[in-house]
């Protein structure tokens, strides 16, 4: 299968091709048509599966073929695709796919989020903007305002839905929906099924395609998993020492709490090892100007938590270290989705004290794999620390054990099977055309 065979024009085929992409990825195999066919989509598929394309070439197809559209009250004409993300970051990354992808195409994209000046988007609004990207909230300031209107927007993709809902934005999404014309075509991508996924599907998607790619394999051989057993008090001392004595040049680093990445920022620097953190406290501009340097190789060690890291595109990283493993056994698999991406090897390590037995037994229950355990010379184990809980997160189980699940349930067939040694399984499509019912087929292959 090739993207002139999936009936994309030549401009875009040319761009896709000047990327350096061979052959369509199989969500963009299954995708592309449907969506070329005006119909509705309802996918499971994360970041690194070939996603923002998926949606993004045939929706720049319809809008380029189909050009007969009157102009809004600027005298340009109206927005007529809106893309949703939970953060400002996918955002950005979104738009900058759109454009890209769009290049030798005579259309115009915006990307719109909180945290940087409205002034400026609403001057771009008064433009020709055929492509919208933003976050909810900031879409909601403009409209309260007065300066967006999306009364004829005719496709609408939902992007990381599953996330926009954990984060509380379903008020936001149902009052924009209310905003949009009733005729339009919709998108729904989701990273992780869940009942508030399937809720927002029912009441937006008509006879929407399912489409389902497998979970990416997390035990695919370009990703190494190990697990460094060290006591609470010295993960810091052996972060530093880790990143030292392998001279990681380019390391992304997990923290469960904001405040814990700052804390850590600050510990690396005192190791004279240069660091910078994104989370939900930053400034945009902050955030935006650490993810620059950490990409272009200028910045040795990003510290990230899960919500601001979620969706980012950095190519090829070579090391990701949960230095706190997370509450949530699905965010272990997003985080060391960042490593180990087209075909680069990647390493992923966790860090994980006493505290963490639970949230890693959780976690080798989910991924249904036993992970390789080791400690650091000079790093040995302290048998007498005993565990405590950590704040926030759900208390270690009183008879050991570890496998209940946390705030999201595992599928079925996860928690009805024991952990197992690695496999390699592959990342296949799994598809249910025509399907009208807005519930995924849950098979026992794992999403
Ligand atoms: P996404 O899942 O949309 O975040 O995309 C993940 C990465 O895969 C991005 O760096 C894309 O540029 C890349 N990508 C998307 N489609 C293809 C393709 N057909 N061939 C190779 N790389 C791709």
Known sequence: ??????????????????????????????????????????????????????????????????????????????????????????????????????????????????????????????????????????LLDHVQQGTVNLSRVEVLVLDEADRMLDMGFINDIRRILSLLPKQRQNLLFFATFSDKVKTLAAGLLNNPTMIEVARR???????????????????????????????????LVFSRTKHGADRLVK?????????????GNKSQGARTHALAKFKDGTLQVLVATDIAARGLDISELPHVINYDLPNVPEDYVHRIGRTGRAGAEGQAISLVCVDEHHLLADIETLIEQRLPKEMVDGFGVNPEIKAEPIPNGRKPPSGGGGNQRTRRSAPKSASSKSPRQPSSRTAAGDKKPGSSSPTPRRSGKRR
């Open 1 to 138: 299968m090739s993207f002139s065979n999936l009936g994309l024009s030549p401009e875009i085929v040319r761009a896709v091709t000047e990327r350096g992409y061979d052959k369509p990825t199989p969500i963009q195999t299954q995708a592309i048509p449907v969506v070329l066919s005006g119909g509705d989509i309802m996918a499971g598929a994360q970041t690194g599966t070939g996603k923002t394309a998926s949606f993004t070439l045939p929706l720049l197809h319809r809008l380029s073929a189909n050009k007969g559209i009157s102009s809004n009250s600027h005298g340009f004409p109206p927005i007529r695709a809106l893309i949703l993300t939970p953060t400002r970051e996918l955002a950005a990354q979104v738009q900058e796919s759109v454009r890209d992808y769009g290049k030798y195409l005579n259309l115009n994209s915006m990307v719109m989020f909180g945290g940087v000046s409205i002034g400026p988007q609403k001057q771009k609004l008064r433009t020709r903007v055929d492509i919208l990207v933003s976050t909810p909230g900031r």
């Open 217 to 251: 394999n997390v035990t695919a051989a370009t990703i190494s998993q190990k697990v460094y057993h060290v006591d609470r008090e010295r993960k810091r001392q052996l972060l530093s020492h880790l990143i030292r004595e392998n001279k990681w040049y380019q390391v």
């Open 267 to 279: 510990q690396l620097g005192e190791d004279r090892i240069q660091a910078l953190a994104i989370h």
